[in-house]
Nanobody, 118 residues
Framework: QVRLQESGPGLVKPSQTLSLTCTVS??????????WHWIRQSPGKGLEWIGM???????YASPALKNRTTISLDTSTNQFTLQVNSVTPEDTAVYFC??????????WGQGTLVTVSS
C-alpha cells in the first residue's frame, strides 16, 4: 500500500519560510521514472501546481513560484520536501504531495493546511 503524508508547521509568519515534508511509504522515491509533486489548493485560486522533483533529483517549478521554491529529495528517509520563501497571506492554502509514476498522479496525501498570518 502506497501512502503519502504531509507534515510541517500549520502557521507561518509573513516573510518567513514555509517548510513541509512528504513522507512516502510503500514506494521508493528513487524508483526509475517516478516523479514527486507538490500542489496547493485555496478557495480563491483552486488547485495550483507548485512543482515536482524527479527520481533523479531534477526539479521543475511553476514560473510563478520558482524564484521562491525549493524542492529536495531525502533518500535516507524516503521523503521529499518543499520550501517556499518570503511567504505572504496569499500563500495560505492546503498543501498536498502526490506521486506520479509517469502515467499521472495516482496517489495523494491527505493535505495539510498552512496559514500565513502574523
Amino acid at each position: 500500500q502506497v501512502r503519502l503524508q504531509e507534515s510541517g508547521p500549520g502557521l507561518v509568519k509573513p516573510s518567513q519560510t514555509l517548510s513541509l515534508t512528504c513522507t512516502v511509504s510503500g514506494s521508493s522515491i528513487t524508483a526509475t521514472y517516478f516523479y514527486w509533486h507538490w500542489i496547493r489548493q485555496s478557495p480563491g485560486k483552486g488547485l495550483e501546481w507548485i512543482g515536482m522533483i524527479s527520481y533523479s533529483g531534477d526539479v521543475y517549478a511553476s514560473p510563478a513560484l520558482k524564484n521562491r521554491t525549493t524542492i529536495s529529495l531525502d533518500t535516507s528517509t524516503n521523503q521529499f520536501t518543499l520550501q517556499v520563501n518570503s511567504v505572504t497571506p496569499e500563500d495560505t492554502a492546503v498543501y498536498f504531495c502526490a506521486r506520479d509514476p509517469t502515467s499521472g498522479l495516482d496517489t495523494w496525501g491527505q493535505g495539510t493546511l498552512v496559514t500565513v498570518s502574523s
